[in-house]
């Protein structure tokens, strides 16, 4: 079934609540899945600068030593630890470095998202579990998107959980069932995608960085998924300065939208919303079957 949620913020006062107002939209929707949660928080990039979020599962070893570890591999950077996840931040030049280096001296971690902005957490358990491990509340940012997954088709893993991240700064939750995903899964492999999991989420992840690795947009992308995915989804995407939403031509999977000077917000349902500030005055609509929605801050600026 899964819950799904997104916030993507005009007004820049709002900035320091995005942690806390997408924490308690992610956990009104528990219990359209209990299985596991993620949040992805978009904040502002520091010129020249980039991090990668990475998960262990035993952080006491993997993370122990880590940035020093680094700087002999000739790489220096900044580690912040929060339970099971780990930031590392870096000199956005340095990046594929860092990943080859991981590799090789920190083997059993796994990357969650890199970029210049997006931090993800995620984790197997209830989103007020995930939320309080990661202190998502404190955190600030422009957008972000959230999940809470009951798992229909994969297994129950941190990996498996949303979002999905296949390019810098580029995420992806979905609530349905793609029926082509293994076709378009080989498809992509010999484009020079990789794969961490079996989801089908993950390869609509993937199908979106590499159309907009031919330079489209996000909301090209999402135009081109309508063509090119068959099954039922509900996405909800972000890049470093966009957020997209788009339902599948029979739009069986509920979705409501939120608009005022503020903010856009999207949950599954409308109770994710009902805190939001000014919601008692937003332009509330069900996003239509097979419609792109798309907000970019570069483009408003």
């Given at each position: 079934?899964?819950?799904?949620?997104?916030?993507?913020?005009?007004?820049?006062?709002?900035?320091?609540q995005?942690?806390?107002l997408?924490?308690?939209?992610?956990?009104?929707?528990?219990?359209?899945?209990?299985?596991?949660?993620?949040?992805?928080?978009?904040?502002?990039?520091?010129?020249?600068?980039?991090?990668?979020?990475?998960?262990?599962?035993?952080?006491?070893?993997?993370?122990?030593?880590?940035?020093?570890?680094?700087?002999?591999?000739?790489?220096?950077?900044?580690?912040s630890?929060?339970?099971?996840?780990?930031?590392?931040?870096?000199?956005?030049?340095?990046?594929?470095?860092?990943?080859?280096?991981?590799?090789?001296?920190?083997?059993?971690?796994?990357?969650?998202?890199?970029?210049?902005?997006?931090?993800?957490?995620k984790?197997?358990?209830l989103?007020?579990?995930?939320?309080?491990?990661?202190?998502?509340?404190?955190?600030?940012?422009?957008?972000?998107?959230?999940?809470?997954?009951m798992?229909?088709?994969?297994?129950?893993?941190?990996?498996?959980?949303?979002?999905?991240?296949?390019?810098?700064?580029?995420?992806?939750?979905?609530?349905?069932?793609?029926s082509?995903?293994?076709?378009?899964?080989?498809?992509?492999?010999?484009?020079?995608?990789?794969?961490?999991?079996?989801?089908?989420s993950?390869?609509?992840?993937?199908?979106?960085?590499?159309?907009?690795?031919?330079g489209?947009?996000l909301?090209?992308?999402?135009?081109?998924?309508?063509d090119?995915?068959?099954?039922?989804?509900?996405?909800?995407?972000?890049?470093?300065?966009?957020?997209?939403?788009?339902?599948?031509?029979?739009?069986?999977?509920?979705?409501?939208?939120?608009?005022?000077?503020?903010?856009?917000?999207?949950?599954?349902?409308?109770?994710?919303?009902?805190?939001?500030?000014?919601?008692?005055?937003?332009?509330?609509?069900?996003?239509?079957?097979?419609?792109?929605?798309?907000?970019?801050?570069?483009?408003?600026?």
């Amino acid at each position: 079934m899964c819950g799904i949620v997104g916030l993507f913020l005009k007004d820049k006062s709002l900035e320091p609540q995005l942690g806390n107002l997408l924490s308690d939209m992610l956990i009104t929707m528990t219990d359209r899945g209990p299985d596991s949660a993620g949040i992805a928080i978009y904040g502002d990039p520091s010129e020249g600068r980039a991090k990668i979020t990475i998960q262990s599962a035993n952080p006491g070893v993997d993370f122990d030593g880590l940035a020093s570890d680094l700087e002999k591999a000739g790489i220096k950077v900044e580690v912040s630890i929060k339970s099971t996840h780990a930031i590392i931040e870096l000199e956005a030049s340095k990046l594929g470095n860092v990943r080859k280096a991981l590799e090789e001296i920190r083997p059993a971690v796994r990357l969650m998202g890199s970029g210049e902005s997006v931090e993800i957490y995620k984790e197997i358990g209830l989103p007020k579990d995930v939320v309080a491990r990661f202190d998502v509340r404190s955190m600030s940012g422009t957008h972000g998107i959230g999940h809470t997954r009951m798992a229909t088709e994969s297994a129950v893993t941190t990996l498996g959980a949303h979002p999905f991240s296949t390019g810098a700064d580029q995420c992806l939750v979905h609530n349905g069932s793609l029926s082509n995903h293994n076709n378009l899964r080989r498809e992509l492999v010999r484009e020079g995608m990789t794969f961490e999991t079996q989801n089908d989420s993950e390869v609509a992840a993937a199908y979106l960085t590499a159309e907009m690795a031919k330079g489209k947009d996000l909301g090209q992308a999402l135009t081109g998924a309508l063509d090119d995915l068959d099954g039922f989804f509900t996405f909800v995407v972000g890049t470093k300065s966009g957020f997209g939403v788009v339902r599948d031509p029979i739009a069986c999977k509920p979705a409501v939208m939120a608009e005022t000077d503020q903010y856009v917000a999207f949950g599954s349902e409308y109770r994710a919303l009902v805190n939001l500030p000014g919601i008692e005055n937003a332009r509330v609509w069900e996003p239509e079957p097979a419609t792109v929605y798309f907000w970019d801050h570069d483009k408003a600026a």
